[in-house]
């Protein structure tokens, strides 16, 4: 004969059964999977514009402007790991660099050797500009005062994203002492243990841009564990594919900003771990079938007249 004691226990275990897998459904099951993109350039050189000639056949801040806005989408971060400058001392040439610059529309701009060349209290004064420097310090004795913010944090599709800034004191081999006395660099390796375990409690994904060159970084990628992508700089290497170590991939786009790069990132995310699932990484190349706006073809003849009438004074001493 049925018993109904017994199918209210069934009906119980059943009830528990199901109550316990949606509890662990929604502890480790919630997967959210989405798409971003790392846009990210290096070692722009002072270069306004290309002259298709052997010297510079490729690249410019002119054309970068018109890769970077046609390649950003709601789901993208602009990023550039410096020397974004010129290597040479020119304030009238860094001041129409970093006027180009404003129009990439950057999330983070690193700074590196050739920034620090330029003066970074001259730099400083651009506020369009989003400089980010985790070691760079105004040489003060007494106190730990920075020239910009170490990092910045976005959030893309509900993904943090933390960009941090480092240079590497190596790299800086053509500065004047003068300059030197200015400022003071921590060691990159110092700075990086301190401030990536933070920053991996505050965000989802770590973008170091990094002013050390290629090999460096391989070593920094060894060593520090929670850098998810490092956008390489200095060293000038132009890498078609990124460099896998570990669970870090390493990107760089060349010399004198002959390319835009773009790194599609397929991330999930499962309660506070994310993955990086899949990526495809594309190097636009800046030739002369790249479009420049006429606005910015008006900034860069306003640079040209002010040179020309530089040299022409210059003659008449
Ligand atoms: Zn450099």
Redesign the pocket.
Known sequence: MFNPIIKIRINEKMFYFLFLTLVCLLLYGQKYKTQISVIYTN?ANGYLESCDCPTLPYGGLARRITVINKLRSKNTIVVDS??LLSAEENRLLTEYCLKLAKYCDYDAVNV???EIIQGLNFVKQFKDIPFVSANVLINKSDEESYFFPLYKIKEVNNIKIAIVGIVSSD?LTLIDNNVLSNIKIVNHIDCLNKLIPLLNKQADIVVLLS?CGLEEDKRIAKQIEGINIIVS??SQNLLFQPLKIGSTLIVQAGKNGSYVGKLDLEVVKTNKRIKIDKYKNKLVLLDKNVFVDKMVQEIINEYNYKIKKQAEKLLLK
């Open positions: 070692s410096g020397d590196g050797d050739q790299t002013h700089g200095h």
